[in-house]
Every structure is written in C-alpha cells, then in structure tokens.
T-cell receptor, first 112, second 110 residues
Framework: NAGVMQNPRHLVRRRGQEARLRCSPM?????VYWYRQLPEEGLKFMVY????????ESGMPKERFSAEFPKEGPSILRIQQVVRGDSAAYFC??????????FGPGTRLTVL | AQRVTQPEKLLSVFKGAPVELKCNYS??????LFWYVQYSRQRLQLLLR??SRESIKGFTADLNKGETSFHLKKPFAQEEDSAMYYC????????????FGGGTRLMVKP
C-alpha cells in the first residue's frame, strides 16, 4: 500500500491562475480531508469529503476554493484566481473504517 | 470554538535528558487528543492518541481534563526523536476533522 499520494509535490502559479491539487487516498479509504498550513503555523482544517459528497466544508474560504471527491479518481482541491496569500502547504489525509487519519506528503503551492 | 495551543515553537534538549512538549486545549465537550510527528523529509504520522493509553517510542501522554492539557513526555530523549510534533484535537460530536496546534520543533543534541 503506497499510502496517501498527492501531486504535484510543488506547484508554482502566477496571480490569477488556477491551481489544482490532487489527492489519492489509501486503498480502501473513502474519507478524505484537506488541511492548509501557512508558514510558521499549524495545519488548519479545510474540508472533509466522502465519495461524491462534501461532509464538512466549514474551513473552506467562501470564494475561489472548491473540492470534490468523485466516484472514480482522486480528490481535487481547486483554487481559482490564486493570490499570494494562497501560498502554503496543502495536506490531504484519508481514513477508512477506523477514524485514524493518514497524511500525504503535501503539495507546496507558491504564488508569484 | 475549539483551540489547541503549543506554547513552545522550539525545544532543545541534550540526549538522555527528559523531554516534555506542552499542549493545552480549549473545548467544552469531551475531545479526543492526538500527537502527530513529522520527521525530516517524511510525512506527518500519528504518534499516539489518548484513548489508546499506550507508549510509542518511549513517549507517553496523559489527558488532564482539569488542566485541559495533553503534554507529551519521554524520560530519556534520543537524537532520532528530533522532529516537529503537533498536538491535535477531535471534537466529540462533529465528524473527524482535527484541530492542530502550531507545532513544536524538538531538537535533541548529542
């Protein structure tokens, strides 16, 4: 089991572009969580999804951010019209029947 | 709203010395508390959770509801313990989202 996979590991975007971050959960896991880590801060919860459903998006910014976890394929965190303040590490975690969350290596987004 | 505080950003100790990484929380319900660790160039991984009441790699943590603390302790630090440590809280009634503290970097000097 390769564990939670995230790609790309590093992503550079110019202001106004779109960023798409992908997360493949561990095999057999149907719960996915996205967290954001700003420089010098801890991880902040963004969104919790199960297959085809958003369960809790209380940590998502109201605009420009969206997430999905389709029936087939990885979970996608999409950031439209990126701004410099979106520069951060974005971590995905997954869980299965137990609620232990297993984390991916993260995607480091840099907005120029 | 719930909150997790790790007052020390950096903790430096010598090998063999005792180590205590502090974690305080605020939450009115019955939380579940976790410690996660991130070694250099590795992903975040679960170290221990309070409901398991187990010792992992010599680390223990006891939930103190009176003081709302969940400090991580190890009697004799090893160089390989050097890492970032994050305390996290899960609420008792709302999904599985974790609330993390800001993290403490532990450096164990030879």
């Amino acid at each position: 089991n390769a564990g939670v996979m995230q790609n790309p590991r590093h992503l550079v975007r110019r202001r106004g572009q779109e960023a798409r971050l992908r997360c493949s959960p561990m095999k057999g896991h149907s719960h996915v969580y996205w967290y954001r880590q700003l420089p010098e801060e801890g991880l902040k919860f963004m969104v919790y999804l199960q297959k085809e459903n958003i369960i809790d998006e209380s940590g998502m910014p109201k605009e420009r951010f969206s997430a999905e976890f389709p029936k087939e394929g990885p979970s996608i965190l999409r950031i439209q019209q990126v701004v410099r303040g979106d520069s951060a590490a974005y971590f995905c975690a997954s869980s299965g029947t137990s609620d232990t969350q297993y984390f991916g290596p993260g995607t480091r987004l840099t907005v120029l | 709203a719930q909150r997790v505080t790790q007052p020390e950003k950096l903790l430096s100790v010598f090998k063999g010395a005792p180590v205590e990484l502090k974690c305080n929380y605020s939450y009115s319900g019955s939380p579940e508390l976790f410690w996660y660790v991130q070694y250099s160039r590795q992903r975040l991984q679960l170290l221990l959770r309070h409901i398991s009441r187990e010792s992992i790699k010599g680390f223990t943590a006891d939930l103190n509801k009176g003081e709302t603390s969940f400090h991580l302790k190890k009697p004799f630090a090893q160089e390989e313990d050097s890492a970032m440590y994050y305390c996290a809280l899960k609420k008792d009634n709302a999904g599985n989202m974790l609330t993390f503290g800001g993290g403490t970097r532990l450096m164990v000097k030879p």
